[in-house]
């Protein structure tokens, strides 16, 4: 079966070669789109999977980790009181506008955490460390939010809201979804981005041994009023469906991979059945001989597959380059067996159901048209 | 030597073609006996039916009317695939432009029908090779059809239909690109094989294969209209 299929296909190869760029192209087009779509979503929320939070505190009309509102401070010492809280510690977001020593200006989410328990710490650090930030005036900033990345030295000055700050901390891949992040102290967050000092953006707990994040969230949510607790991964979750459902990423993502397969199984079906038309007669003859309609149904299916399979294995090659390349831009994402798995799936479907076509032809084919 | 059998048999048979408003009568009923140890020459000028004979014999083609009898098997009541069964098993046909598969090399042609009966690749172009030769054309079995010669995809078409060596061989103008050397060989070759208890059935224009036939039948407008022993 498979030496018959392989001597179809390698007697027309200009048709096996365009089904192959067929399956090539649909498949780096969907596997690039979800690169994308798996990049954006992790930016989504990279501020809370990136914390060593086990809860987020947050005004109870916060749904997405990137427009949190503000929360009272007060509830930080109360929240210590709640069994099972281990640490309760302030964390600020702030908008501000940043200048650098070369002239550059790029708008920034000032990060404020709080040390020494660092509940949210600047992560990917290339240079310097995160002890950095306590120094006067000290930031972290990602190479790749900043064009002049190769002049960046540790110590070096900038403006911040037109005060004077250090890049203290330097980081390599640790983006913001809004924009460039700069994480520094609670209480220059506050000052740089003009936050009250009652408030905060989220108090971030971490629980005690012996105590699990649900049950310490429960008993927050039910013991204050204006507050919600949300366990990491829950808070994470629903970051992203927020920012999914109001953003059409989502939508235009499964929309483009929709395209894809549809299109590649158009260029696909189309070219086996054309492949199929011409060599009719040696279908026929098949049957004439004695092949049923399963044993065609078979070859047609097995050249799909050794089509679909060479397409694969190059769209893999060339995602795999793809994701370096991107990420020495600074698009940084993994794809997971998940992604390769249903990579597959779509491989599976763009070829098998383009050979739908040409397998209805080749059978309905009668073998008495040997004879015209 | 086992008393002559009946092979296959048409009863009363009739193939209609409907193209639009036109119907062709490309076959009348037709009542006819296929024996064992016998080579049947089947003649007529062109459009008589004598395709059409064959091919119900050969179960490629329903008929319209009567019954196909393949084995003692009425094959009416078949499937696709016990359809096709039959066909592999007992039924080898050299068609009459040949039908070499053509992504396919001579070998990998004569080895089809033997992989379709269950036979492994190797064993399968084994058995394949050994016909070849048997056909002088061993030298060429790594060739596809289109650089052969006529009368050399003639003898790949006639090694393909031996290959599964089937009890009845429907012959549609096997000679007709061969000189009279190969003919000759041919066709001795399909009286022998016939002498061996298979049923030979030749189509043919060519009065010079008069001489190796047992039987000949002569159709004309889709009748038999005479036959000679
Ligand atoms: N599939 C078909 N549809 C319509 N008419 C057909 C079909 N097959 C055969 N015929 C007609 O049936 C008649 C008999 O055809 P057949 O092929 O049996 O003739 P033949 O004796 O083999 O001729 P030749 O010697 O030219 O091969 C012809 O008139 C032919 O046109
Ligand atoms: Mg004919």
Redesign the pocket.
């Known amino acids: 079966m498979f030496r018959q299929a392989l001597q179809f296909i390698n007697y027309d190869k200009p048709k096996a070669f365009g089904a192959t760029l067929g399956v090539l192209v649909a498949i780096f087009l969907i596997g690039q789109q979800a690169g994308i779509f798996i990049f954006l979503t992790s930016l989504m929320t990279t501020l809370v999977d990136n914390s060593k939070a086990d809860i987020w505190v947050t005004n109870d009309k916060a749904r997405d980790a990137n427009r949190l509102g503000t929360i009272d401070m007060r509830y930080a010492q109360e929240l210590k009181s709640v069994p099972g809280v281990n640490m309760a510690s302030p964390l600020v977001l702030a908008g501000a506008n940043a200048k650098l020593r070369n002239g550059e200006q790029l708008p920034v989410q000032l990060v404020g955490v709080e040390a020494p328990e660092f509940l949210l710490e600047p992560w990917r650090v290339v240079k310097g460390s995160k002890y950095g930030l306590l120094d006067n005036g000290g930031v972290s900033v990602d190479v790749f939010d900043i064009s002049s990345m190769d002049s960046l030295v540790a110590g070096e000055p900038l403006e911040i809201n037109g005060e004077r700050s250090y890049i203290k901390t330097i980081t390599r891949g640790a983006r913001g979804f809004g924009g460039t992040l700069m994480v520094t102290t609670v209480n220059r967050a506050r000052t740089l981005g003009q936050v009250p000092s009652n408030k905060a953006s989220a108090i971030l707990l971490t629980v005690k041994d012996g105590f699990s994040a649900d049950s310490v969230a429960a008993a927050v949510n039910r013991s204050f009023f204006g507050i919600r607790a949300w366990e990491r991964e829950a808070f994470s979750r629903q970051t992203r469906e927020e920012n999914l459902s109001n953003s059409g990423i989502g939508t235009s993502t499964f929309t483009l991979i929709i395209f894809a397969i549809i299109s590649g199984m158009v260029i696909i079906g189309l070219t086996l059945y054309s492949a199929a038309i011409e060599r009719l007669n040696d279908y026929a003859t098949m049957k004439a001989i004695g092949a049923s309609n399963g044993y065609v149904t078979r070859i047609i299916l097995t050249q799909a597959l050794l089509i679909a399979t060479v397409g694969f294995a190059l769209a893999a090659l060339l995602l795999v380059g793809f994701r370096k390349g991107i990420a020495n831009a600074g698009v940084i994402f993994e794809y997971g067996w998940m992604l390769w798995a249903g990579l597959l799936l779509a491989t599976l479907l763009l070829s098998l159901g383009g050979a739908l076509l040409a397998i209805f032809r080749i059978r309905k084919v009668e073998p008495a048209s040997v004879?015209r | 030597m086992p008393e002559p059998e009946v092979l296959a048999r048409l009863e009363e048979a009739k193939k209609v073609y409907r193209t639009g408003d036109t119907t062709i009568t490309a076959l009348d009923a037709t009542t006819m006996d296929i024996r064992s140890e016998e080579l049947v020459l089947i003649e007529g000028p062109s459009g008589s039916g004598?395709?059409t004979l064959i091919s119900l014999i050969g179960c490629v083609i329903y008929p319209t009317d009567g019954k196909v009898f393949v084995r003692g098997v009425h094959t009416s009541g078949l499937n696709d695939r016990e359809l096709s069964k039959l066909r592999l098993d007992n039924i080898g046909f050299v068609f009459?432009n040949f039908n070499l598969i053509a992504p396919f090399s001579a070998l990998d042609n004569v080895a089809f029908p033997l992989r379709l009966m269950g036979k492994s690749g190797r064993e399968a172009r084994r058995e394949a090779l050994a016909q070849l030769e048997k056909l002088g054309l061993a030298g060429r079995r790594q060739n596809r059809p289109r650089e052969l010669s006529g009368g050399q995809k003639q003898r790949v078409a006639i090694a393909r239909a031996l290959a599964t060596n089937p009890r009845i061989l429907l012959c549609?103008?096997p000679t007709a690109s061969l000189d009279h050397a190969s003919l000759d060989k041919i066709m001795s070759e399909l009286r022998n094989l016939s002498r061996e208890g298979k049923a030979v059935v030749v189509?043919t224009h060519d009065p010079r294969l008069e001489e190796y036939a047992d039987r000949i039948v002569r159709v004309e407008d889709g009748k038999i209209v005479d036959e000679k022993t």
């Open positions: 004879f | 004598k395709t009459q549609d103008e189509v």
